[in-house]
């Protein structure tokens, strides 16, 4: 089965999202981005990915004083980007980045704000993933390594990072019913189930 639609996937941290993005993408036979994006990005800007890896979804204060003074519109191109710090670099190149994807066709984004920088894509399909805490936590220690005793220190680091970047650069809130079209408590199903659920969706968007 394909799809017309690009679909976004936000997740709180050990919700398992990642994993039903990737099976999404795969089930549905486009192409999946998350990382891939740090690579597009250090090849268009000619920086190190490294440089990006470390600094991927975090904002900063700085490009405030830049959008109050009218320097900077995310919506209508961009000005030369000058000194702006790596972080905000980053993001208004993956923000180029995730348009052009969209224009190109179907795929499955992961974060990094995609559901708001293709707001007004009529045939986009955004996904919020989440889980309760205790979850989340054994999805970390399992899959990402996270020593047991700093688990939810971990978890909570990482979603309010996430929290922080969506706000900046969104102006909205992460995780808010209202800015997807399907929130799924990962924790309930297994991730063939999520994904089944989220094909159902758009399934039923393209009658």
């Known amino acids: 089965m394909g799809t017309k639609h690009i679909i976004t996937v936000a997740r709180q941290f050990g919700s398992g999202g990642r994993e039903i993005a990737q099976a999404l993408a795969k089930e549905l036979g486009i192409d999946f981005y998350d990382k891939e994006l740090i690579?597009?990005?250090?090849?268009?800007?000619?920086?190190?990915?490294?440089?990006?890896?470390?600094?991927?979804?975090?904002?900063?204060?700085?490009?405030?004083?830049?959008?109050?003074?009218?320097?900077y519109n995310f919506g209508n191109g961009f000005s030369a980007m000058g000194d702006?710090?790596?972080?905000?670099k980053l993001y208004?190149?993956?923000?180029?980045?995730?348009?052009?994807?969209?224009?190109?066709?179907?795929?499955?984004?992961?974060?990094?704000?995609?559901?708001?920088?293709?707001?007004?894509?009529d045939n986009v399909v955004s996904i919020f993933i989440n889980a309760d805490?205790?979850?989340?936590k054994a999805h970390a220690i399992k899959y990402h390594n996270v020593d047991k005793r700093r688990a939810e220190q971990v978890v909570n680091k990482a979603d309010k990072n996430r929290a922080n970047y969506?706000?900046?650069?969104?102006?909205?809130?992460?995780?808010?019913?209202?800015?997807?079209?399907?929130c799924i408590n990962s924790e309930r199903l297994t991730v063939d189930d999520a994904v089944n659920l989220i094909k159902t969706y758009v399934n039923?968007?393209?009658?």
């Open 166 to 182: 969506y706000s900046f650069y969104s102006g909205q809130k992460w995780g808010q019913a209202q800015n997807y079209d399907l």
């Open 39 to 71: 690579s597009m990005a250090a090849k268009e800007s000619g920086m190190s990915p490294e440089v990006f890896e470390k600094i991927d979804e975090q904002a900063t204060n700085s490009l405030l004083y830049s959008l109050s003074m009218g320097l």
């Open 84 to 88: 702006l710090p790596v972080n905000d």
């Open 92 to 121: 208004i190149i993956q923000h180029k980045m995730i348009k052009k994807l969209a224009d190109k066709g179907p795929c499955v984004i992961l974060g990094r704000c995609a559901d708001y920088i293709l707001k007004d894509y």
């Open 133 to 136: 805490m205790e979850y989340r």
């Open 204 to 207: 039923l968007l393209e009658k």
